[in-house]
């Protein structure tokens, strides 16, 4: 039962362009959003997050977006860089136990920005 | 910045044999979290800690057990490694209740690619 999907495996972009990365998850009780970039045998690191309360955070070139009625967050990267090539991965948030908050992956997308 | 530090970047092991993954980190977080990676999985929760010997069992834990003896080293046990267990394993921690939405983010290792032949 995937809770967080990223329906797209691979993206592919132009150098200068908007990627757009899209992610549904199913489970209402979700209350904080994430992104997280994977460059290959690195970790995750901690791109941009988005609380269920907002629909709209950015950073710099990243933008969040959370429509909450359709379950749906989209990452918008612009403009696209060489360096931004790596796998993304959706993670929705949720309280697990002990006062913790447990997060909910989503496949991965591997976006690959061409020169 | 936060730093999770995992012992061993590639293990090859043999069917049967225990294995022993290490994590360590330097921000006195009170929670920590295994998970492995697999492709077209996304990442997927084993165990989770959020104290020194307290564990709790995440959404896949069949095969594998945790240790935490100190609070920045959170060890994870392939009691007997089949080759089901080849996988990226990832180690990462996060900041304890009370630390509003800081405690949401989860800062992650480098990773341990591990073969079982």
């Known amino acids: 039962d995937q809770q967080v999907k990223q329906n797209s495996p691979s993206l592919s972009v132009q150098e200068g362009r908007i990627s757009i990365l899209n992610c549904d998850y199913t489970?209402?009780?979700?209350?904080?959003f994430l992104w997280y970039k994977k460059y290959p045998a690195e970790g995750p690191t901690f791109l941009i997050s988005i609380s269920s309360i907002k629909d709209k955070n950015e950073d710099g070139r990243f933008t969040v977006f959370l429509n909450k009625s359709a379950k749906h967050l989209s990452l918008h990267i612009v403009p696209s860089q060489p360096g931004d090539s790596a796998v993304y991965f959706c993670a929705a948030s949720a309280l697990f136990t002990q006062g913790a908050q447990k997060l909910v992956f989503g496949q991965g997308t591997r976006l690959t920005i061409n020169p | 910045d936060v730093k999770v530090t995992q012992s061993s970047r590639y293990l090859v092991k043999r069917t049967g044999e225990k294995v022993f993954l290490e994590c360590v980190q330097d921000?006195?977080?009170?929670?920590m979290f295994w998970y492995r990676q697999d492709p077209g999985l996304g990442l997927r929760l084993i165990y989770f800690s959020y104290d020194v010997k307290m564990k709790e069992k995440g959404d896949i834990p069949e095969g594998y057990s945790v240790s935490r003896e100190k609070k920045e080293r959170f060890s994870l046990i392939l009691e007997s490694a089949s080759t089901n267990q080849t996988s990226m394993y990832l180690c990462?921690?996060?900041?304890?209740?009370?630390?509003?939405?800081?405690?949401?983010?989860?800062?992650f290792g480098a990773g341990t690619r591990l073969s079982v032949l």
């Open positions: 489970n209402s009780m979700f209350d904080y």
């Open positions: 921000m006195d977080h009170e929670n």
């Open positions: 990462a921690s996060s900041l304890p209740p009370g630390q509003g939405l800081a405690k949401n983010i989860q800062y």
